[in-house]
């Protein structure tokens, strides 16, 4: 017999298949809501650490590139003195904690602003060695770490001076809620910045355990680091459980800054550095569904699975073995004794024409012809069986993936989850509105060092490079106060012709349903002139993709959506009342909190809020609005957020999922077994049946052939034997050689 043919391997399969099913139902898919901390907590975290990576890895590399940027800007023109330089540097951009000017050869200090650098520091015989220039970071004295940026001033017949600025290793724009800390850590794993931690000896003895763990974590390569397929983060992330105290278990997330592009560093990711954050949540065992179901379930499968393989075996396993039998002895002559006919289906017919062939092969009169078909039993077919054994599998499996285990629209999501939408959302605004100020400060830099003596090659090269620098711009180009375009790179600008310079640092408008984020920054040297950027929309978005905030979008004052992170028509209004209602509360400068809100505190003034919605699905929603100052403050926008709660690793979703899973198994094996069946015994016992009965009314010339090495081509071969014991017999009949044959015996033939 063949290994995969016949009839015993896809029964015996279909009761593995069973067994395995029903022990994988009562011992592991039942362990559903036994964790003390649901597993989308942990994943909530992992994104908020990724999100405080993400938003210090692009402040640091903007920090870096505008730092060169300056001072390469300063260098192509007139020299000034390093006050000029240092005054207009912090009337520009307003980010370091202490910026000054060292002339290189002699180490003198030139100018200084803010805190005192630790200059001492700095190996000036060195900077033109390899990364002479890097960033990097230094101790102060009272235990602080710094970021000392670097760039060099040069001019004809002067000595060469070194800018540097410090910035202090915390992240920036991170909404922590009310009980979260944050921290940036080294490679070796001590705390170089921190956030939101108190003055609890508790804390901060967390945060060390943290720290050591994270250390060993971040130093592994991100494809091991991450599970298959993840995607998202590309740099090495996870979370942590912390340790449990009255009631209460610390959760962390960890991220290490890693470059927008998996492989592809920076200058920032060069430090090594490794966001943590952490908070308190509520532990809580709460099963979503009692083990007694799983084990209920396991049971009710036993059964109908034994009933179905039990049917399977009776039905059609042991007929067709003994029609294998019985075929076997009718061909090599045992012709005495009648075949034992089957009761039901295409075996009762093969069995039915075996026993009129045995009594052809004796030579009784009138079966020459064939005698009657099968009677009423012989209706009842090998498919009608196998129908009945999915119908049994398929009572188990049904209510399985379609009604039992539903999380209804009262699923009880952990507070946490939420609270992490509402800063997470927050975060995303403040990384926005952080993105616009930039943006108008680059352009600031650019239209300070413009002037009525520079021409239009030189503009054109300045703001080439300014566009080459930063990735944000479509276009960029010099207004003149008539409205004259004086020089232009990138795109074609959509400026009304012949309008001058807006008032207004940054505006939006409509141009044919497509977004335009326009900045004006003005030059202090071209009268009445502006340098003008305008925005890529696709670099507004790419600020929204974040997993684990589902859907995003940027709505302007009325409402109207301008930006998101995956499709939408602009200018539209949002797709849900409650959505929009949401973003009045939010905006709200009452002390009114939004209906349905989460968040029971009330406060003055705009600010973020999140709900959870329960029409149509249960879903976690955020609105935040672009607070903090700036030239983006007056845009009034808000970001809105929406996750659909069913994708979350809590009890009762997980509970419905494996339900659904445990359903599609066994709808799976079923069809597989069943399917298996079919194919290798069913259709082929119903063309024996048809071409037995043939042979039994009388055909004699159709070659009867195996299609499988199974029982069914056992009983092939035995029927062909019989045919050409039937053409000898008739040979012999029509020779007279009938006379002196012992009725009874069959003529000799070839062993089956």
């Known amino acids: 017999m063949s290994l995969l043919g ?43 650490a990724e999100d405080g990576a ?98 060099l001033l040069s001019w004809p017949d002067r000595p060469q001076q070194l800018l540097v600025a410090s910035s202090s290793l915390k992240v920036p724009g991170i909404s922590l809620g009310r009980s979260r800390a944050i921290a940036v850590l080294d490679s070796s794993g001590q705390v170089l910045g921190s956030d939101g931690i108190g003055g609890s000896g508790q804390e901060k003895k967390q945060l060390a355990k943290f720290a050591k763990t994270v250390a060993q974590k971040a130093g592994r390569h991100p494809l091991q680091a991450k599970e298959p397929g993840s995607g998202g983060f590309a740099g090495v992330s996870g979370s942590l459980l912390g340790d449990s105290r009255d009631g209460h278990r610390s959760v962390a997330g960890y991220a290490k800054l890693t470059g927008s592009q998996p492989g592809v560093g ?115 077919g090998t498919r009608a069986l196998l129908g009945v054994c999915a119908v049994l599998l398929l009572v188990w499996s049904a209510p399985l993936l379609l009604t039992l285990n539903r999380a209804g629209a009262s699923v009880d999501v952990p507070r946490t989850i939420v609270d992490d939408q509402r800063e997470r959302t927050d975060t995303l605004a403040d990384r926005v509105r952080r993105a616009l100020n930039e943006g108008h400060a680059d352009l600031t830099s650019v239209a300070s060092v413009i002037s009525d003596k520079s021409t239009p090659a030189e503009l054109t090269k300045l703001l080439e490079r300014t566009r080459s620098q930063h990735g944000r711009y479509e276009s960029l180009y010099v207004l003149n106060a008539d409205g004259t375009v004086l020089a232009r790179a990138g795109g074609k600008p959509h400026h009304p012709a012949g309008q001058g310079p807006s008032k207004q640092p940054v505006t939006l408008s409509d141009s044919g349903n497509r977004p335009v984020i326009t900045e004006f920054a003005e030059a202090p040297g071209l009268a009445g002139a502006a340098v003008v950027g305008e925005l890529r929309i696709d670099f507004l978005n790419a600020l929204l993709k974040r997993p684990g905030l589902g859907e995003v979008r940027i709505v302007d004052g009325r409402h109207r959506v301008i930006g998101g992170n995956e499709g939408y028509l602009a200018f539209t209004p949002l797709s849900d009342a409650k959505l929009d209602a949401l973003v009045r509360a939010a905006r709200a400068k009452g002390d009114a909190d939004a209906k349905g809100d ?4 009330a406060d003055k003034g705009p600010r973020a809020r999140s709900t959870l919605l329960r029409d149509g699905g249960v879903s976690i929603a955020a609105a935040a609005p672009m607070t903090g100052g700036g030239v983006a403050q007056p845009l009034d926008w808000t970001v809105v957020t929406r996750q659909p709660a069913k994708g979350l690793e809590i009890p009762a979703y997980t509970a419905q999922n494996r339900t659904v899973l445990a359903g599609l198994l066994g709808l799976t094996g079923a069809v597989a077994c069943l399917g298996w069946i ?64 012992t009725p009874g015996r069959a003529a000799p033939a070839g062993r089956n």
Do not use: C
């Open 6 to 48: 016949g009839v015993r391997p896809p029964i015996a399969a279909l009761s593995a298949v069973l067994l395995a099913l029903a022990a994988l139902t009562a011992f592991q898919l039942g362990h559903v809501g036994r964790e003390t901390v649901p597993p989308a907590v942990l994943t909530s975290q992992q994104y908020f």
């Open 598 to 601: 989460a968040d029971a505190k």
């Open 266 to 380: 920076t200058d920032a990711t060069a430090l090594g550095l490794t966001v943590v954050s952490f908070v308190g949540v509520a532990e809580e065992r709460s099963a979503a569904v009692d083990s007694f179901f799983w084990i209920a379930a396991s049971a009710a499968l036993l059964v109908l699975g034994a009933l179905a393989v039990a049917l399977l075996v009776t039905t059609v396993q042991r007929p067709l073995l003994r029609l294998f039998l019985e075929s076997r002895r009718i061909g090599r002559g045992d012709l005495h004794r009648p075949v034992t006919v089957p009761k039901y289906g295409e075996a009762a017919r093969i069995g039915a024409a075996l026993d009129r062939l045995r009594r052809q092969l004796l030579g009784e009169p009138g079966t020459q012809t064939g005698t009657p078909r099968g009677g009423r039993r012989s209706r009842i």
């Open 54 to 151: 993400i938003a210090l890895r692009a402040s640091l590399d903007e920090s870096i590139t505008d730092i060169g940027r300056t001072a390469s800007l300063f260098s192509s023109g007139e020299p000034v003195s390093p006050d000029s330089v240092l005054d207009k540097l912090g009337s520009v951009y307003q980010k370091w904690r202490g910026t000054a000017v060292i002339e290189i050869k002699s180490g003198r200090l030139e100018a200084q602003r803010g805190e005192n650098l630790p200059l001492t520091a700095l190996d000036l015989t060195a900077l033109d060695g390899e990364n002479g220039l890097a960033p990097r970071m230094v101790r102060l004295e009272n235990g602080e770490t710094r970021l000392l940026t670097l760039a």
């Open 678 to 741: 079919h194919i290798i015994v069913v259709r082929p016992l119903r063309d024996l049946a048809d071409r037995a009965e043939a042979l039994a009314d009388g055909d004699r010339r159709t070659v009867l052939y195996p299609t499988h090495h199974d029982e069914v081509g056992a009983v092939t071969r035995s029927l062909e034997v019989i045919r050409l014991q039937l053409q000898e017999q008739r040979k012999r009949d029509a020779a007279g050689g009938t006379t002196g044959r």
